[in-house]
């Protein structure tokens, strides 16, 4: 399988928004809304940010939304913060029944 | 409070067998819709899914690496173990394990802090 195509930066000033986008096929991001984005920051764990497409678990910041349309799915970040500079990835659900992430995005705040 | 930790060796030989313990707490092993599932990332590189087990010891693999990996669970010791075979220097990497909620489609809520492992002579 291979991985879900992400841009591998985005940047933005703070206050402004962002999206990343995580470009699969019919076979994963479009085939099912299991789509998770994580948050990583540099020598930390990934974070959970976003699941089923659009859901925030409890404690993430109402800034982050997540969205899809055919086979490609979208994180939008608003309100830019410095905090948000971190890399960004994008996993699916596969109908092979397997996990796929993406190939990540660094996110930087200028 | 769910916590999961990493252990095993920093540093393996090529062609040797790597063997990777998830300890956890905060949740059981034994509940319906849990699983433990476990993801690598080589040093400035992208995140890789490589093997999860449900409650139900559904066990799942990457397809590329099927043929190495094998993953098992102590219920009793809330451990999930992650086993690959003839490791390789292209295997270094940090190695996380992660609970997973879903059920089935791999929601990763709670990740490990992640171990290191170096392939080398």
């Known amino acids: 399988q291979s991985a879900l195509t992400q841009p591998a930066s985005v940047s933005g000033s703070p206050g402004q928004s962002i999206t990343i986008s995580c470009t699969g096929t019919?076979?994963?991001?479009?085939?099912?809304?299991?789509v998770s984005w994580f948050q990583q920051h540099p020598g930390k764990a990934p974070k959970l940010m976003i699941y089923?497409?659009?859901n925030r678990p409890s404690g993430v910041s109402n800034r982050f939304s997540g969205s899809k349309s055919g086979n490609t799915a979208s994180l939008t970040i608003s309100g830019l913060q410095a905090e948000d500079e971190a890399d960004y990835y994008c996993s699916s659900y596969t109908r092979s029944s397997t996990c796929v992430f993406g190939t990540g995005t660094k996110v930087t705040v200028l | 409070q769910i916590t999961l930790k990493e252990s095993g060796p920093t540093l393996v030989k090529p062609t040797q067998t790597l063997s990777l313990t998830c300890t956890f707490s905060?949740?059981?092993?034994?509940?319906?819709?849990?699983?433990v599932g476990w993801i690598r990332q080589p040093p400035g590189k992208a995140l890789e899914w490589l093997a999860l087990?449900?409650?139900?010891?559904?066990?799942r693999y990457s397809p590329s690496l099927k043929r190495r990996l094998t993953v098992t669970k102590d219920t009793s010791k809330n451990q999930v173990v992650l086993t690959m075979t003839n490791m390789d220097p292209v295997d270094t990497a940090t190695y996380y394990c992660a609970h997973d909620i879903s059920g089935w489609y791999y929601l990763f809520d709670y990740w490990g802090q992640g171990t290191l492992v170096s392939v080398s002579s």
């Open positions: 089923d497409v659009s």
């Open positions: 019919s076979s994963d991001v479009g085939g099912y809304n299991y």
């Open positions: 905060g949740f059981s092993l034994s509940t319906s819709g849990v699983g």
């Open positions: 087990i449900y409650w139900n010891d559904d066990k």
